[in-house]
């Protein structure tokens, strides 16, 4: 697999500013590691942080975010959002909803969303996103967004266990995928989409339609792992919380967890 052809992105680009402060490595730990740093150093809004691998590439919990070097798209992005801490999923809705837009418009490939951070294609997940705040006080400083899409993966590169829970674009088509021609998709949809969220309008109704979650029997696991439950997953909220209806008919607000689908309601009635 060949290195990530920069000239080549910026040549297919087409934003006004998201991905134009570019910063191209091709071994670093964490790209957010990385975005967080350079927004200490005012770093511009919609700067791009990319790799070709990672030493430590992180996911939600302190999970680790595996990737074969020169293969899927490893990247961060830094913005400085209009939003308040407790709105700033909606950057995590803005990057999913453009990353399922550009799958879709360089393979044809529908990927579905799963609360609160995957991205599925045929049920299983092709990428995950990792976003962290800066704060200022009590006000958001900055947003890193991170994407981890799994492109031209093969399954068998991965460990064994991990591979019935991942897949790669790739594998979904039967061919390998142009990542730069995935990676400029993706960042014109960012723009359009952070342009329309700085004009006031909110992603959140958007991204509740594509999650597959919603209106299944799911169970969820609380991101401290203080508590485990099940019920229907029923709606999300601006702030991009789940709505969980329990068995007993409470309603419950979950921010951070783990969703498992379950087959069906246990002692359903029919
Ligand atoms: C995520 O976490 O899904 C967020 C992953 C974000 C990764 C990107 S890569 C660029 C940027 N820089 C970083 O350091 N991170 C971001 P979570 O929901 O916690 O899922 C992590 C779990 O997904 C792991 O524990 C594995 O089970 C699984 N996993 C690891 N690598 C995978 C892969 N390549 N494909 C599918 N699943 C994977």
Redesign the pocket.
């Given at each position: 697999m060949e290195p990530l052809d920069i000239r080549q992105v910026e040549a297919l680009l087409t934003t006004a500013y998201v991905g134009r402060s570019l910063a191209y490595h091709p071994l670093t730990?964490?790209?957010?590691?990385v975005?967080k740093e350079l927004a200490g150093h005012g770093a511009p809004d919609g700067t791009l942080?990319i790799?070709d691998a990672?030493s430590?590439?992180?996911?939600?919990?302190g999970?680790?975010?595996?990737?074969p070097p020169n293969t899927?798209?490893?990247?961060?992005l830094l913005f400085y959002p209009p939003l308040r801490p407790d709105q700033a999923q909606r950057m995590t809705m803005v990057c999913a909803l453009a990353a399922a837009d550009s799958v879709a418009q360089v393979t044809g490939l529908a990927s579905q969303l799963k609360w609160?951070?995957?991205l599925l294609l045929g049920g299983?997940?092709?990428?995950?996103?990792?976003t962290e705040l800066g704060l200022r006080g009590s006000e958001l400083a900055y947003t890193v967004v991170?994407?981890?899409?799994?492109v031209n993966?093969a399954r068998e590169q991965?460990p064994e266990?991990?591979r019935p829970?991942?897949?790669?674009v790739a594998q979904e088509l039967g061919r390998p995928v142009s990542r730069e021609a995935l990676l400029a998709a993706f960042l014109q949809g960012v723009e359009v989409r952070y342009d329309r969220l700085k004009a006031g309008e909110s992603p959140m109704q958007e991204w509740a339609a594509r999650l597959a979650t919603l209106g299944q029997w799911v169970q969820v696991n609380e991101a401290q792992g203080a508590w485990q439950a099940e019920g229907l997953a029923e709606s999300v909220d601006e702030d991009g919380a789940l709505w969980l209806r329990l068995a007993d008919g409470e309603r419950r607000r979950i921010l951070a967890g783990?969703v498992t689908l379950r087959k069906s309601q246990p002692n359903a009635t029919k």
């Open positions: 730990d964490s790209t957010n590691r975005a942080v790799a990672q430590a590439g992180r996911g939600r919990l999970r680790q975010w595996l990737s899927n798209l490893l990247m961060s609160p951070n995957d299983t997940k092709v990428g995950g996103i990792l991170g994407i981890g899409l799994n993966l991965l266990e991990l829970l991942a897949t790669s783990d």
